[in-house]
């Protein structure tokens, strides 16, 4: 038999109110909070304050130079963002269409060799789904960009994000065959110093020849310049123009058929990696889940 009186929820507060508390939460600034929402400082102040009558209790301590959280704050703030995101979900769906596309971001590499060979797995999988692939180097900010997912390098901790690791990102030496047999063949990780050096100021020469116990090598002076992706710095090593420093997981094709070659088995390796991201909040949403699921199986495949 139903409950004939069931409980009452508690009144809600003014959305305005609410939005202002989310923004502010996710910026830790009442200045961000209120040039995102479009309104003055003191207007996001006000919305705060009759939030925070309320609740009954301070949502935010107000120090120099700085806010956070208090403890009614913390527990607020994840379930009104998750609030947010189900209600902008709703509102994408009802105005059609939508959920029929996935928008991914990742880095140029990582789309060129690795995302761009086995999408097509997906796409017959999931036909009904559109993917958009964005690249680009930048972080993303998943509250105020149309984006589904990102695939990034780094320790793979982000506030807020859901993060799976897919590959390491190590890195070891890689030429072409042409290139190493100009002068007799690479023997030794210091007959790398008689050839062009691809991007010399990128940290991982360094580190490499750090591990591989070369010395005096003063890459800081040698001439280059930085082409700002693996994939270029690939494509003109390939060409015979210099030595890249690249992650194997990626070059796998271009090291099997030997238009590039693994002079030595030493790998560095600085803890990065390549992590896949997205809001906790959208974690159930059933595009991302089904993105999730699929990368994760294909990249467990040998």
């Not at 935010?60 to 956070?68: G, M």
Request: glycine share 8%; hydrophobic share 45%.
């Amino acid at each position: 038999m139903p409950d004939l009186n069931p409980p009452q929820l508690a009144p809600l507060p003014p959305l305005q109110a609410v939005r202002v508390f989310e923004a502010v939460a996710r910026h830790l600034s009442f200045t961000k909070a209120a040039q995102e929402l479009g309104m003055t400082q003191a207007a996001a102040s006000y919305q705060i304050k009759v939030l925070e009558e309320r609740i009954g209790a301070p949502l935010f301590l107000r120090r120099p130079k700085q806010i956070e959280l208090t403890e009614p704050g913390q527990r607020l703030a994840p379930a009104v963002s998750e609030a947010f995101s189900i209600l902008g979900q709703a509102y994408a769906a009802a105005r059609g269409g939508v959920d029929g596309l996935l928008c991914v971001t990742t880095v140029l590499t990582f789309a060129s060799n690795w995302l761009a060979q086995h999408l097509g797995s997906f796409q017959l999988a999931h036909p009904a789904l559109a993917v958009r692939l964005d690249t680009s180097a930048r972080l993303t900010d998943f509250a105020r960009e149309d984006v589904d997912l990102a695939i990034r390098s780094g320790g793979g901790k982000w506030p807020g994000l859901e993060a799976h690791k897919l590959l390491d990102a190590d890195f070891t030496p890689m030429l072409s065959p042409k290139l190493a047999a100009s002068i007799g063949g690479v023997k030794e990780p210091a007959d790398l110093l008689r050839l062009p050096i691809l991007d010399p100021g990128d940290i991982w020469w360094s580190q490499w020849f750090e591990a591989a116990g070369v010395t005096g090598h003063d890459l800081a002076k040698r001439p280059g310049f930085s082409m700002g992706a693996q994939a270029y710095e690939a494509n003109a090593a390939m060409a015979g123009h210099g030595v890249a420093i690249l992650t194997r997981a990626l070059f796998k094709n271009e090291l099997a058929d030997g238009r590039l070659i693994q002079p030595f088995d030493l790998v560095g390796d600085d803890g990065h990696a390549y992590w896949l991201v997205y809001p906790t909040a959208r974690r159930n949403v059933p595009k991302i889940r089904a993105f999730r699921d699929w990368i994760l199986a294909e990249i467990a495949c040998p």
